[in-house]
Nanobody, 122 residues
Framework: QVELVESGGGSVQARGSLRVSCTAS????????WGWFRQAPGKEREGVAT??????EYADSVKGRFTISRGGDKNTLYLQMVNLKPEDTAVYYC?????????????????WGKGTLVTISS
């Protein structure tokens, strides 16, 4: 079992920057795919970015503004966000999958954190 805990959410103004983090514990050795998802008020959860042993993938809406990365110990996941927009307001979730590579289209993940709220004001 893998436990994921997000941190770093908060409120910033549009065009500002924020970094959210995720700390993993438990048996993470078989979790090769990691990602960030978000759910805005009144909307379905959507994929934001994923990272595995070979590549990163981003939603079109965040390309060029968000960067996903993992810490050196591989148990920390980051999402650096710049040039934030009000439409980026959402609860951001960390997720992991028991596979070496991430599937296409941000599909099924096995483990989820409880989320951290990011609010962008105009």
């Amino acid at each position: 079992q893998v436990e994921l805990v997000e941190s770093g959410g908060g409120s910033v103004q549009a065009r500002g920057s924020l970094r959210v983090s995720c700390t993993a514990s438990g048996y993470t050795a078989n979790a090769g795919c990691w990602g960030w998802f978000r759910q805005a008020p009144g909307k379905e959860r959507e994929g934001v970015a994923t990272i595995d042993d070979g590549k990163t993938e981003y939603a079109d809406s965040v390309k060029g503004r968000f960067t996903i990365s993992r810490g050196g110990d591989k148990n920390t996941l980051y999402l650096q966000m710049v040039n934030l927009k009000p439409e980026d307001t959402a609860v951001y979730y960390c997720a992991a999958r028991r596979s070496r590579y991430c599937p296409a289209n941000f599909s099924h993940m096995d483990y989820w954190g409880k989320g951290t709220l990011v609010t962008i004001s105009s």
